[in-house]
C-alpha cells in the first residue's frame, strides 16, 4: 500500500512512518521540508501522486483564534489534491473530547477539521487521542514558577506518542471508519495528580496546588478529556514511561 503521511517528520509523523515502512508498506513522508504546503497548496499534488491513503497529521502553528483558519484552508488543500489524485482513504489525528471544549480556540478549530474531512469527498477516518505524555512538561511550564506549580484537577488519560502513532498505523492500513475512532492511556488521573508524578520523577520538590483557573485545562468540565467507554486503551503506564526514560 502507498501511504503519504503529511506532518511525517514530526513526533507522530516520524514513528507513523516508521511503522508502516517496517510493515512493508510504502510510506512517503510529506512536510514543508521536503516542499508539501497544505496552505498554499504548492507541492501536494506531487506529494500525493499514487498514494492510496493520506495520513493528515498537521498542526496549527497557533492555538489562539487564528487556528480555526489554517485548518479551514489546509483541509481544503489536502482533500483537494486527495481527490484530484484518487485517494482512497483520509485521515486525521485529532483529540479526545474537541467537541466538548467550545471554550478553547483550538479544539474548536479541531472540530472544525473533522467536520470539514466528513464533508469532503474520500472515505475518511478519524483518530482521537487523548493528552500525550511528552507535553506534560509544557502543561506544567504554563502555570509555574520557583515556588510551585498550580495546576486544576481535570481528569485526564494521558497516553505515549508511541502508542498514538501505532493507533494511526493500524487505521491508516485499514479500511475507512467513516467514523472516529478513540484511542487513550491506561490510567485517568487527574491533572494535579500526573503534576506531582512527573516532579517526583525530576526530584522537584516544588508543592502541586490544585487552581481550577489554572492553564487552558482549567476550561475543561467533567471528564470530557478522557477515553469513555468505547477507547482502545494503549498499553503504555505513563509512571512506566517516566522511569523509562
Known sequence: ????????????????????TAAG???TAASLFTGADVISGKGLDEALKGADTVVNLTNSPTFDDASPEFFRTSMGNVLAAGDAAGVRHQIVL????????????????KALQEELL??????????RATQFFEFMDAVLSWTSDDSAVRLPATPI???AAADVAAAVT?????????GIRNVA????????ELGRITLAA??????????DQAGMFAAVSGDVLTGGPDARLAPTHYQDWLAAR
Do not use: E, F, K
Not at 500500500?1 to 508502516?20: A, D, E, F, K, P
Not at 493500524?170 to 467513516?178: M, N
Not at 492511556?185 to 494535579?192: A, F, I, K, N, R
Open 1 to 20: 500500500m502507498n501511504i503519504t503521511v503529511i506532518g511525517g517528520t514530526g513526533l507522530i509523523g516520524s514513528q507513523v512512518v516508521r511503522n508502516l
Open 25 to 27: 508498506h510504502r510510506a
Open 94 to 109: 485529532s483529540i479526545v473530547g474537541v467537541d466538548q471544549v467550545p471554550a478553547l480556540d483550538y479544539y474548536r478549530a
Open 118 to 127: 466528513r464533508q469532503g469527498p474520500t472515505p475518511y477516518s478519524v483518530v
Open 157 to 159: 488519560q494521558p497516553i
Open 170 to 178: 493500524d487505521v491508516a492500513v485499514g479500511a475507512p471508519l467513516q
Open 185 to 192: 492511556g491506561p490510567d485517568v488521573l487527574t491533572l494535579d
Open 202 to 211: 525530576r526530584q522537584d520538590a516544588r508543592p502541586v496546588v490544585v487552581d
